[in-house]
């Protein structure tokens, strides 16, 4: 695996995009298999993760955690965060938090 600088971190060139786990391309993956994919994406050298609150919402965040369970400090994790879901969408919010 490559990896690349970013400042003080250490981040795989290729990423992992969690968002299609759990929502946004169809039926949500089984659990089972995709903590197995997420393990396996490390065990192959894949240390960089995407994830974010609107994915499921909360679900995708929840998932990735399960996951990284003893292996968290193998990681750097991305995440987006601001999106309105209390009116059950995933649009974001320019409010300040």
Known sequence: MK??????LKVSALG???????????KAGDKKEMIALVCEAIDL???FFDTAEA???YT????VGEALQGRRDKVILASKFGFDLQNGGARFSPRTY
């Open 55 to 57: 994915y499921g919402p």
């Open 3 to 8: 990896y690349r600088n970013l400042r003080d």
């Open 45 to 47: 050298g894949i240390n």
């Open 60 to 63: 995708n965040e929840e998932l």
């Open 16 to 26: 992992f995009g969690c968002m299609g786990m759990s929502t946004g391309y169809g």
